[in-house]
Each structure stands twice: as C-alpha cells, then as structure tokens.
C-alpha cells in the first residue's frame, strides 16, 4: 500500500472513531436530560481503539529508529494509556487481559530513558508479540501486527510531522 494512502486513511479513521452525538451538530435538539459532558456517554468501540493504538505501535517504532525519545515516550504512554482504558471498559473482551503487554511496555520504557536503540528493538519486538498473543486469546488470530518495514533511509509516512525532534 502507498504510504501516502496508508496515512490519508489513518486520519479518516481516526476522525470517524469520536464522531459527534446528534446534540453537538444540533444544540436544538438537546434534551434536559441528557449528560452535559458527550464524554460521558460516549465508549469509544474497541476497533477504533485498537486502530488508533496501531498508529501509535508505528510512530513509537518510527521514533526509536531515529531516536526521538522524547517522541517514542510519549507514544508509549499513550499506548499504556488505550490498555489501562481496554481493561477498564472492555474488562471481558475475549478472555483477553492484555496484562502480557505490561512487561514489555516496561522494557520500553527502560530502553527509552536509556537511550538504548538496541535495548529498544529487543523490547518493541516483545511488545508486538504480546499485541499478536492477545489477539490469539481473543480469538482474533487472523489480526498479525508486526515491526513496520520501512528502511531508514526512507521517510515516513506521517509527512505532515516532523520526528526529528526539533
């Protein structure tokens, strides 16, 4: 798939998964008792989490590769984010917990304070087979995440951000 295509269609997925409740396009026809906060009722579907959490799986890679921590650390937390909300709101999805990603959300975690490119490469390989184990326990096997293949001397497809960290 074109890069370019792959990331034009990440943003319309990313904007269809929070779509606005028929008070917000039209004040008029809000009822009193419905909650102030479309927070409150709005439970985001597991997909669109986990189509989000998949950008997320290759910009904290794309991070690492060029080394933008700060970048790669901020992914990852919002990775350890979408699992802490996965459990919480999906807590019997599948039989699947999710707690396998944890130690190797902590390896990450390491390696990024670290600094260490190595240390990283090991610890994201882990995490992407705890992505592809919980999916198995699912019952989701036929979804296989793997390491991006982009070679480091191409760019990314996000080219509407810098990951130079400048």
Known sequence: MDMK????????????ASPLQADEQNPENSQEQTPSNAQERFVPRLND????????HFKLWYAGLVQNW????????QIRNVIADTRRLYPKSGGSDMSTMMP?????????????SVKFSKA???????????????GLDFIKIREPRL????TSPFTDESFSGK
């Open 5 to 16: 295509l792959f990331a034009a269609m990440a943003v319309l997925l990313m904007g269809a």
């Open 49 to 56: 989490m986990m189509v989000a959490t998949q950008l997320r």
């Open 70 to 77: 700060p970048l790669a650390n901020y992914e990852l937390v």
């Open 104 to 116: 190797a959300a902590d390896d990450l975690d390491e390696a990024i304070k670290g600094k260490d």
């Open 124 to 138: 994201f390989s882990k995490l992407t087979a705890a992505c592809n184990s919980c999916h198995e326990t699912a």
């Open 151 to 154: 070679s480091p001397l191409e």
